[in-house]
């Protein structure tokens, strides 16, 4: 079976531009969550989308954004990129909203 | 949110058993402990989950005591590829994770 896939692998962006990362659950799982993880800490809780609602919502600006599609698939959108958003974003999907969670290998943005 | 406290790195021989430690004076009635290990440039990986006593799977076992405010991971026999950070996870629901710094386990040939 697929796991969670993301797309693209890597990304370059340049300050004020804005960026769709994308992310494909495993068949069956409801659930989708992002997060955001800076070379050295732990992944920060974006978002979390939940039968296409989003149920949870960590401390990051509005300039990020998320959706969750029919099919449960999933996009997160940065606006007005910060050097600082340079990160590896990280989406991870599971059957309910339990603490079991499968990872996605991630998008590196990386903004210039 | 229940905040947890692990220790920052360890080092261990290969084959040893590796105990980590987590605190979490704060835990809820409702909380779970949930561990999770990441490699480097990969996403976390789920080990083990647990509410209370013991839980065991084919990679390793969590002891909960009964006060709830710690919980140990413990990797039997650790091989090279054990190398990793380990973190610790307190909540209710994927809503609530938190990810600290987690501890990076170092095995030694």
């Known amino acids: 079976d697929a796991g969670v896939t993301q797309s693209p692998t890597h990304l370059i962006k340049t300050r004020g531009q804005h960026v769709t990362l994308r992310c494909s659950p495993i068949?069956?799982?409801?659930?989708v969550s992002w997060y955001q993880q800076v070379l050295g800490q732990g992944p920060q809780f974006i978002f979390q989308y939940y039968e296409k609602e989003e149920r949870g919502r960590g401390n990051f600006p509005d300039r990020f954004s998320a959706r969750q599609f029919p099919n449960y698939s999933s996009e997160l959108n940065v606006n007005a990129l910060l050097l600082g958003d340079s990160a590896l974003y990280l989406c991870?999907?599971?059957?309910?909203?339990?603490?079991?969670?499968?990872f996605g290998p991630g998008t590196r943005l990386t903004v210039t | 949110l229940a905040k947890t406290t692990q220790p920052i790195s360890m080092d261990s021989y290969e084959g040893q058993e590796v105990n980590i430690t987590c605190s979490h004076n704060?835990?809820?009635?409702?909380?779970?402990i949930t561990w999770y290990q990441q490699f480097p440039s990969q996403g976390p990986r789920f080990i083990i989950q647990g509410y209370k006593t013991k839980v065991t799977n084919e990679v390793a076992s969590l002891f909960i005591p009964a006060d709830r405010k710690s919980s140990t991971l413990s990797l039997p026999r650790v091989s090279l590829s054990d190398t990793a950070v380990y973190y610790c996870?307190?909540?209710?629901?994927?809503?609530?994770?938190?990810f600290g710094k987690g501890t990076k386990l170092s095995v030694i040939p």
């Open positions: 704060n835990i809820a009635t409702n909380d779970y």
């Open positions: 996870l307190v909540g209710a629901g994927s809503y609530q994770l938190t």
């Open positions: 991870a999907s599971s059957y309910g909203q339990g603490l079991e969670q499968y």
């Open positions: 068949s069956g799982h409801k659930s």
